[in-house]
């Protein structure tokens, strides 16, 4: 199958505006009779659902948690870019396009990027009126901060919460279309299956997590924005319902799966306390825009640190190392994330690494504080220091920050066209379950920017472009076979998790491919620890069909939904690392170990890896098949990343 | 640490319920509060007992999925702090631990400690946003708004709406959570078109709900975790009254 990602002709800056001109539109009589699934009410889903019902068409959409506003975007704290200018300090699109692009190393899709820089106005625009309540300064007007990865300030925030503020205004519309009755919404309910009629997504099974039952729901088209898969390396920064398998199922229904090796690593998390920790608590990359990162540059006293012997604060001025100002002069403590994580593992490895592990390093406010006075910094930051004080019990006013990189984001996901379709008819996805517009790297506040753009700006226009063939078929029957054979085959699948009555819990086997991905499949990947990656994968997906133990409880029945999520991260963590070893170059959050400059950077090769790998399916014994999508740069030059 | 935990254990809905005592040892200081729990649900699971319900999911304070009754209040005594951010360092070696799900009329218990507080999205619904499309509205800077009410309104919507509010009163009110949506609004000059309205559809959907009325012991103010103010509630009650005499 040829992989046509549908790009408009004609020049970068006018690609969509042509789009918009000559998609096929929908009358307002027959969007009364097509149904849309939206599955997940993220950012994306939460945003496109609302956008939907407002247009008229009849939607349903379905989240994990108890209400739509739970979904993980709301935990984003830092904030979210556009090219509005507001700061008088040279921005535009084209240059939010190029940071993009650039911070993405130049593995992503001109066409999407642009799109995306271009509507990253109208999402500010949106917001302010729906009255999300941004940062403002004295004049009244909206405030702006700078984010890793770009020499402008073009982020626009909420106190540490810009996530939570985004996402209760794309809820506030969606409870607007709910209560005009455009929408319906089921909750607590977790998508199984996708169901495919005639080659088109025509509807998902879902399991109804309070009382254990299968429901079908049927549609004319399906949009999958359930998020990424940050959660196969068990312990991460998403929440705990976070998971891949709604885009997994999809992927073996014949979505291909694009780029998953591409994900990413978190610079500024709280370090890792122990075993039996469930979870990451990210810090926002904004406080590095005042936080200085360091480690001693004596291993002696990083030693004498870890032993507890001495206090950060012993540690005078001139026995600091500022690594990343002494490696990065241009960027300095405001590096793309891939670059300061590396960074930090690199120190660490090396033996510098503070806190009794000695995986941390410090983040340091004290020149800030000194510099702004402690009122304006805790202004900024107060939120986040509160936060991680009740985490470690110490004062990062007073005693610096330690932190450590941790799984975060993926930016490989579900392949999508230019009109966030999938290689099925009628089943798109939208936010971190597209593989988009982030290439190898995604810059912060990049992942709001995306989710909104696609939900309110992007499906829109696409949806409407697709269903537009679609007027004249009636509603889709719940009876159809194939609806009985997919239920039907997540039945099989339940009552066979549910017999083996093993003796390892879903958690224990989890947190062993976690230790896998991480050690192997992490920040640093090496020929031989994927391959051994691969051969430890498949053994503990064996021992888990085997030895796992699930409760038989009728209706809720928490540890069953636990296990069917990672059977799936057990297949997905080897499609990461088979991905990972395909790949024979560095590029943003993928990086090789073979493949590096002289001075340890990521040493891409254009030449044979500048395109977007998207893996079909072939049913559980075969591997998969690679289908290579060619990136044509025509209006960026490639160039090694330099942030020096 | 070694701990005794009451746990409320209820099948279902319609199941009675009643508490279930549990021994847990070499509990780490360091753990959170619900990490305690998944090292309990772990032990049940291996004994071939069914794990303890509960609602949980970012586990950084952000969400409002998780929510216990712990030892007579909501996420606990400590102020400003979810459940999910409670660490066992606050609790003493052999402590016991009451834990219960939010008794409210408002939130129906689903089972065990998890409830159903789809009321709270249905009194959003009933009013708490802007009614503005996609699309066609004005440049974001085009209305400048005062920054002192723009920070008001950014502390009204930091609620999280886990619901701790009506679980601490004794009327079961949702008066701050609701005071709270308004006053965000209300104070924005994009809020202000539909404030007449939105007050009045949301107090009348609160009522509807079987939610209780306030009698000013601010009990939800002192276990809100996000340090929501009842002046919100207070800014709402002006803005109601007003609606009612301009009508």
């Known amino acids: 199958m040829e992989l046509n990602s549908k790009i408009p002709t004609g020049p970068l800056a006018e690609k969509w505006t042509k789009y918009k001109a000559e998609q096929k539109l929908v009358n307002p009589a027959n969007k009364r009779k097509l149904d849309i699934i939206v599955v997940g009410t993220g950012l994306a889903g939460a945003s496109a659902a609302a956008s939907f019902g407002e247009m008229g068409f009849n939607v349903k959409v379905f989240c994990i948690q108890d209400s739509p506003r739970r979904a993980h975007s709301i935990a984003a704290q830092g904030g979210i870019n556009a090219a509005k200018n507001y700061a008088n300090d040279g921005d535009s699109i084209q240059r939010l396009f190029v940071d993009t692009i650039k911070g993405g190393d130049y593995r992503a899709r001109e066409a999407n990027v642009y799109r995306l820089a271009e509507v990253s106005n109208n999402i500010i625009d949106q917001c302010v009126a729906q009255g999300v309540p941004f940062a403002r300064d004295y004049s009244g007007l909206l405030a702006n901060r700078s984010f890793g990865g770009a020499q402008v300030s073009r982020t626009f925030y909420a106190k540490g919460q810009t996530g939570q503020q985004l996402l209760l205004g794309a809820y506030g519309a969606l409870s607007k279309e709910i209560e005009r009755g455009t929408v319906k919404m089921y909750a607590r309910r977790e998508m199984m299956d996708v169901v495919i009629v005639d080659g088109r997504a025509r509807g998902i099974i879902v399991r109804n997590l309070v009382t254990g039952e299968l429901e079908r729901y049927s549609a004319h088209a399906v949009v999958i924005a359930t998020g990424g898969y940050g959660r196969v390396f068990f312990l991460s920064t998403n929440a705990m319902s976070s998971n891949g398998s709604a885009a997994w199922q999809c992927y073996k229904k014949g979505a291909f799966m694009a780029n998953p090796c591409f994900t990413q690593i978190h610079p500024t998390c709280i370090p890792v306390h122990g075993d039996y920790q469930s979870k990451l608590t990210l810090m926002s990359e904004s406080l590095r825009n005042d936080g200085r990162i360091w480690v001693p540059k004596d291993a002696e006293k990083a030693r004498l640190l870890r032993e507890g012997k001495i206090k950060a604060t012993d540690i005078p001025e001139e026995e600091r190392d500022y690594y990343l100002e002494r490696r990065y002069p241009a960027f300095g403590n405001l590096v793309p994330r891939d670059v300061a994580s590396r960074a930090a593992k690199e120190r660490c490895d090396a033996g510098y690494g503070v806190n009794n592990t000695g995986r941390a390093v410090y983040l340091d406010f004290k020149e800030a504080i000194q510099r702004l006075g402690k009122q304006a910094v805790e202004e900024k930051y107060g939120n986040l220091f509160e936060m991680y004080e009740r985490i470690v019990d110490e004062n990062p006013y007073v005693t610096p920050m330690m932190i450590y990189p941790a799984v975060h984001y993926t930016m490989g996901g579900l392949w999508v066209d230019y009109e966030l379709q999938t290689t099925v008819k009628g089943l798109f996805a939208a936010g971190e379950a597209n593989f988009s517009d982030h290439g190898a790297n995604r810059l912060g506040a990049s992942a709001l920017m995306q989710g909104l753009s696609d939900g309110y700006f992007v499906l829109p226009y696409t949806m409407q472009n697709y269903l537009a063939d679609q007027i004249n078929e009636p509603h889709i029957s719940t009876d159809l076979p194939e609806f009985v054979e997919a239920e039907d085959a997540v039945n099989k699948k339940i009552t066979r998790i549910l017999s083996i009555n093993g003796d390892v819990t879903t958690d224990s086997i989890h947190r062993r491919l976690g230790r896998v991905m991480w050690e192997k499949v992490g920040m640093t990947r090496t020929e031989q620890g994927l391959k051994e990656a691969i051969e430890e994968i498949k053994a503990l997906r064996e021992e888990f069909w085997q030895r796992v133990k699930v409760p038989n409880t009728e209706g809720m029945n928490n540890e069953l939904e636990k296990a069917l999520r990672v059977a799936d991260f057990l297949e997905m963590g080897e499609l990461i690392a088979r991905d990972a070893l395909m790949r024979n170059e560095s590029c943003g959050g993928h990086f090789r170990a073979e493949y590096q400059t002289p001075d340890g950077e990521a040493l891409r090769d254009d030449e044979h890896y500048a395109f977007v790998a998207a893996y079909e399916y072939q049913g559980a014994d075969n591997e998969p098949v690679l289908h290579k999508e060619e990136l044509k740069f025509e209006n960026v030059e490639l160039k090694q990343r330099n942030y020096k | ?247």
């Open chain 2, 1 to 247: 640490m070694n701990i005794k935990l009451k746990i409320w254990r209820q099948k279902n809905a319609s199941a009675k319920g009643h508490f279930v005592e549990y021994q847990l040892n070499d509990v780490p200081a360091e753990a959170s509060f619900l990490e305690m729990l998944d090292i309990l649900n772990e032990q049940l699971v291996l004994k071939g007992d069914d794990p303890v319900t509960f609602d949980h999911d970012c586990r950084e304070g952000i969400c409002g999925a998780c929510g216990l009754y712990i030892n007579g209040h909501p996420h606990g005594k400590f102020k400003n702090t979810t459940t999910c951010q409670l660490h066992m360092r606050k609790f003493k070696d052999g402590d016991t631990i009451t834990v219960e799900p939010w008794r409210s009329e408002a939130f129906p218990i689903i089972k065990d400690l998890m409830v159903d507080r789809s009321a709270l999205d249905k009194l959003i619904q009933a009013g708490g946003y802007i009614s503005v499309h996609t699309g066609g509205v004005p440049d974001a800077n085009a209305i400048p708004v005062n920054k002192h009410k723009a920070d008001l309104a950014m502390d009204a919507a930091s609620c999280i709406g886990c619901g701790a509010c009506v679980a601490a009163c004794k009327n079961g009110s949702a008066m701050l959570f609701v005071g709270a949506k308004v006053s965000q609004f209300a104070l924005l000059p994009q809020g202000e078109v539909e404030a007449d309205d939105r007050v009045q559809k949301m107090v009348a959907r609160m009522d509807a709900l079987g939610f209780g009325s306030c009698s000013n012991t601010y009990a939800c103010q002192a276990e809100c975790p996000k340090g929501i103010s009842v002046s919100n509630i207070a800014r709402m009650n002006r803005n109601y009254f007003a609606a009612k005499i301009k009508k």
